[in-house]
């Protein structure tokens, strides 16, 4: 099961002449005037128009005429022209195709554009876009930074509408992320300026956004609740799209809450509105939601019994499952024609455990086989958009450092140019005022120079004793260091020695006596040995002082 989320897209509407006509009937309007057009401005809108309709119809056709319009744009040098046709390529790519990486791609040569003519608003749509592609790769950290960075360039030029639809997008990610408290507090902030504003579509989005962190939240009712909110608005704006994806949006609950003929119902009307719009990936989506319907109310045993008692429901359990055998295989078809392999592989794993229920092993086999193999592909893909994105991520960086770096050049040249008359104003004035001076700071420098190299004797001299009391520091305890070994065998031996003396005297067997005097010698051997050790040590330490290598003879006793 898979909701239509109501996130702004990556392609926003460019012109607002066409707002009373979608779909296909806008298509067809803007077609009629493409071959009178003349090769200006107007028919780069026209073309940049033509792509932004067609991403979600046939997003092929949308890249061919978003390409016209970047190639007339670029004929023309006209700058804000180039830099919408990247942003509805982008979108062609992104939305319409699922193809993240060239989105991103064209996202961020549109981005340049704008940064380059100083547009804000188009800088701030475009990093809105940024954040769209990388939410749909699930990518949260950075879609979330891209957004509010445009929220930062909204925020400053009070464009209140679009802080709105930042916020709501942001509430998104956050109910993506299942955090849900933070997601609920963005998409009520939206909701607010949205309904200051009066603006409707805004406030319909919204609401069908928090239906669906309701429905995340498993609370049905809520969500059905602001869904229903959410289609009214629509309707009022006759807005066929978001109609159509409120009511699949509908369905979905109906599904949960197990009303499985009221959720036929709503699927049934968003699959005629998106064939009447032609829109190719919300008639798969809602093909693919009719049978999964199916496929729940043949696994559902409350269900038993009861299918003559449902409107649109199958006579029995092997009915209702070829109904969703006929609606996956539906979608998967239209999913393999528009190459949307992120809803592909799901749908051939719901086949799968349908052709499982009806008997039909061999076919589960094949489809199980198909969603491991699509599955593994999207996988593969998105591990080779990640390196494809970084690489480009990349070249934009360094481009933008280098664009940086020559606008950074120009603007010295222009300071310096501003600032050359000032200089050569104030140049004599320097001038005559550093005669009067030089004799003064002469006079003045040589006694701050007197003074410094006394300072500076002082100090060698304070150096030259802290580095003799450092040096004899370092010395004595190294030297206590080597002697405090062998007295320590010394003074060891020695309270020895004193025992076995005591022993001697107190006892009266002369072979314990003998035994006992042979360790004492031993002993004294020792203490003779280690005293020896000390004197040694003295001896050397006396040699090295006067040969003035004190401290090197300590070192090589270290290693």
Known sequence: MKKLLLLLLIASATRQSHAQLQGQPLIDSLLTQLPTANEDTNKVKLLNDLSLTYYSINPDEGLKFGKQGLALAEKLNWKKGTAYAYKVIAGNYGYGKSEYARALEHSLKALQQFREMEDKTGTAKVLGDIGVVYWFQSDHPNALKYFFDALRINEERGIKNEIAATLCNIGIVYNSQEDYPKALEYMLKANRIDEELGNKSGMAANLGNIGELHMSLSDTTKALEYDLKSLQLYEELGDKNGI???????????????????????????????????????????????????????????????????????????????????????????????????????????????????????????????????????????????????????????????????????????????????????????????????????????????????????????????????????????????????????????????????????????????????????????????????????????????????LEFFEEEKK
């Open 244 to 550: 159509a994806r409120n009511l699949a949006n509908i369905g979905t609950v109906y599904t949960e809450k197990r009303e499985y003929s009221k959720a036929l119902e709503y699927y049934f009307k968003a699959l005629k509105m998106h064939e009447e719009l032609g829109h190719k990936i919300g008639i798969a989506m809602n093909l693919g939601n009719i049978g999964d319907t199916y496929l729940e109310i043949a696994k559902d045993n409350t269900t038993a019994g009861k299918y003559n008692s449902y409107q649109n429901f199958p006579r029995n359990k092997t009915v209702a499952l070829q109904q969703a055998k006929g609606y996956t295989d539906s979608a998967i078809n239209i999913l393999k024609e528009i190459g949307d392999l992120n809803t592909l592989f799901s749908n051939y794993r719901r086949l799968s455990e349908i052709q499982t229920l009806l008997g039909d092993n061999k076919g589960a086999l094949e489809s199980y086989t198909n969603y491991t193999l699509f599955k593994d592909s999207v996988f593969n893909m998105e591990k080779n958009k990640k390196l494809t994105e970084t690489a480009m991520r990349y070249e934009f960086d360094k481009k933008e450092s280098a664009t940086k770096a020559e606008q950074e050049k120009k603007d010295i040249l222009q300071r310096n140019i501003r600032n050359s008359f000032i200089a050569g104003a104030t140049l004599l004035l320097l001038l005559l005022i550093g005669l009067i001076n030089r004799y003064r700071y002469k006079q003045k420098a040589n006694k701050e120079l007197a003074a410094a190299y006394e300072n500076l004797k002082a100090t060698q001299q304070q150096l030259v004793q802290s580095e003799k009391m450092a040096a004899f520091g370092v010395m004595a305890t190294r030297m206590a260091h080597e002697i405090q070994n062998p007295l320590n065998f010394v003074n060891n031996f020695s309270l020895i020695s004193k025992e076995l003396v005591q022993d001697i005297l107190s006892s009266h067997d002369e072979e314990v006596k003998n035994e006992t005097a042979d360790l004492l010698i031993n002993n004294l051997e020792k203490i003779n040995h280690h005293g020896n050790r000390v004197a040694g040590i003295v001896n050397q330490l006396q040699e090295h002082a006067r040969a003035g290598t004190a």
